[in-house]
């Protein structure tokens, strides 16, 4: 499953057309890619309906964007009703993971400090940069068994897209009083020196964050943004997806019955090409409140 967020100011101007909720189709095929369908998840829903839909899914992605936190019955709240379930079902021996990217990231940290705000304002836009791996990166489950090739690429090349404005530290973990929950697997620099977390994962379950995006690497292609989209660069994207898609096969949620299982897949509704109109994104799809009853 992916995560619906509510459309940005500049989405929203774009397609000012009564829209509620979108997907990067990044997103999509970066899942897609490495095997696996998906189920879009709604925003401003109950929490019987988190409760049903995740035990017939194998994961979730939070994806990135640009919404606030406080924003009533949406992305942060969907997302914490989320994670309550999923480390409900973890808890129980029921395998279940989570991948959080760039604002998906930041969510992950946010509601295991149970929505206290902890990030910083940063500025890593628009910036290509190599992982500063922690000493003991290697004991972790993203990068335990990582070929040689995917760890040196990430360590030296300027391959992970970050496009961000707000960071999390590790000071700010100790600040949340939550460092005890999370393997810092690694850092960066933004342009003013500011160091932060660029990859990590909870001890215990088995949800994972990074700040930047592998999915832009091999599926985004804005003219002025400046992501890699060259041989090295997509083979890290590949290895982050495969990995997660990996981590979703480790249970055996399905939907009751094929008729439901093809309702509620993406194929369902079309996509927009964005790209067209200077969005930041190729492809999005766009849902009103009537696709989502």
Not at 21 to 50: L, T
Not at 115 to 128: A, G, P, T
Not at 142 to 154: E, K, V, W
Request: charged share 20%.
């Amino acid at each position: 499953g992916i995560l619906t967020q509510e459309l940005s100011y500049s989405l929203n101007k774009k397609y000012p057309d009564n829209y509620i909720s979108y997907i990067a189709a990044s997103y999509v095929k970066f899942v897609e890619g490495a095997g696996a369908r998906v189920v879009p998840i709604w925003i401003g829903k109950n929490d019987s309906y988190y409760e049903d839909i995740l035990y017939k899914i194998n994961g979730v992605v939070w994806p990135g964007g640009s919404k606030w936190f406080n924003q009533s019955a949406g992305y942060a709240d969907a997302g914490y009703t989320i994670y309550r379930i999923a480390k409900r079902m973890n808890k129980n021996g029921d395998y279940f993971p989570i991948l959080g990217i760039c604002l998906g990231f930041e969510l992950l940290t946010y509601v295991v400090a149970k929505r206290s705000e902890h990030r910083i304002h940063c500025d890593c836009s628009n910036q290509s940069l190599p992982l500063e791996f922690d000493p003991d990166y290697r004991n972790s489950r993203m990068f335990g068994d990582a070929p040689n090739n995917i760890t040196n690429i990430l360590r030296t090349k300027n391959v992970t897209a970050n496009f961000h404005q707000y960071c999390v530290t590790r000071t700010a973990l100790r600040k949340a009083d939550i460092q005890k929950q999370f393997r810092i697997l690694s850092f960066n620099h933004d342009i003013n020196n500011i160091q932060f977390i660029s990859s990590l994962e909870h001890v215990s379950f088995p949800f994972y964050g990074l700040q930047f995006h592998p999915e832009k690497n091999s599926y985004e292609w804005a003219i002025k943004q400046n992501i890699p989209h060259g041989k090295l660069a997509t083979k890290m994207s590949q290895y982050f997806a495969d990995f997660f898609v990996d981590e979703a096969r480790k249970n055996n949620h399905r939907f009751e019955n094929e008729a439901e299982e093809v309702r509620k897949l993406i194929y369902n509704y079309p996509v927009t090409y964005t790209a067209l109109k200077n969005s930041s994104f190729v492809q999005c799809y766009f849902f009103k409140s009537s696709d989502t009853t």
